[in-house]
């Protein structure tokens, strides 16, 4: 017996829709019925979403400085809002609950507007634009790494991690078993749900300055954007490398299960799923982010002993060979890095935000909420 609907809100990533996913299987195995508004950039994700129903509602960024296309942009939200307020009105919501991204906006206000209990979850160890503009108006913020006491709205701040998809649950169920000398090495490389050129460039880039007799270990799995694709496996191949190259790959979580060491991006669900599954990674955070919430997020990691991270611009191919290549001789290293990633992860995540989602539905507040798990 469905105990009512819970509405969710994500911007259309797979950095905002995968924890998102993560929460919806659980409320659904709680008895709730789950509806997803976001974009359409979503359908790549959202196909396997486990959602009565996904509405793609108006939005857009706020980014320009450009007076016109500022007026434009709050017009379109503002549309947003009053669509968004008609499927509330619909499907009668017992909370709403956001997960970052423009696209949150609207169904977001349109919920505060409406008196509907309310919930943010930021993923970052820093505050996305989205979230922040939403923060004052929320009934509770839950944070992946955003730490309790430490910001404007930490008296409604709860930490609960980042919950991570069945299949990460799953991976992680994999114990790590280092690569000695001789055998085959396994090195997972992306960037992002989109891959990233910096990898494309450099990586095989680096791989060819590797011993012959490293180069034979190497299994690798590198995603890459769909423009880079064609090269970076015309590399690997002259360098007689075993690799598959992809700008997508539907079962990330059991590739990182089955890698020795990783090398990506630190965007939220990234670092948290490293450390769930527990594998030792080195961690580039992407140079452009808004905020630097990918460097805090890898310095969380880094700080347990899970990671090491290095900036992009310290990073030449001869930098990389040097990194890789030194780890592939030090299994006990590795070793000793997974189990530390493994012990920052919070696998029980998607629990305690469910916990958290179904005590403002219920017409909690925070405080309510911490008495009771005192």
Known sequence: MSKGVILLAAGGTGGHLFPAEALAHELN???????????????RYSRHFPAADVHSIASATLGSKNPVAVVSAFWKIWQGVREAGRIIARIKPEAVVGFGGYPTLPPLYAATRRKVPTLIHEQNAVMGRANKALASRVDAIAGGFLPEGESAASAKTVTTGNPVRPQVLEAAKTP?????????????????????????????????????????????????????????????????????????????????????????????????????????????????????????????????????????????PERIAELVGGLMHDPSRLTTMSAAARSAGK?????????????????????????TRA
């Open 29 to 43: 195995e709680r008895g709730w019925k789950v509806h997803l508004a976001t974009d359409h950039r979503a359908e």
């Open 176 to 316: 790590y078993v280092a690569s000695s000398e001789g055998e085959p090495f396994r090195f997972l490389v992306f960037g992002g749900s989109q891959g990233a050129q910096f990898f494309s460039d450099a990586v095989p880039a680096a791989i060819a300055l590797l011993p012959e007799g490293q180069r034979k270990r190497l299994v690798i799995t590198q995603q890459a954007r769909a423009e880079d694709v064609a090269r970076v496996k015309a590399v690997y191949a002259d360098l007689g490398v075993d690799v598959q190259v992809s700008p997508f790959f539907t079962d990330m979580a059991a590739r990182m299960a089955a890698a020795h060491l990783v090398m990506s991006r630190s965007g939220a669900s990234t670092v948290s799923e490293i450390a769930v599954i527990g594998r030792p990674a080195l961690l580039v955070p992407y140079p452009h982010a808004l905020d630097h919430d990918q460097a805090a997020n890898a310095a969380a990691l880094a700080a347990a002993g899970g990671a090491e991270v290095h900036p992009q611009s310290t990073l030449s």
């Open 347 to 371: 696998p029980n995540a998607a629990r305690l935000l469910a916990d958290l989602t179904e005590a403002i539905a219920s017409g909690k507040t925070v405080s309510d909420y911490r008495r």
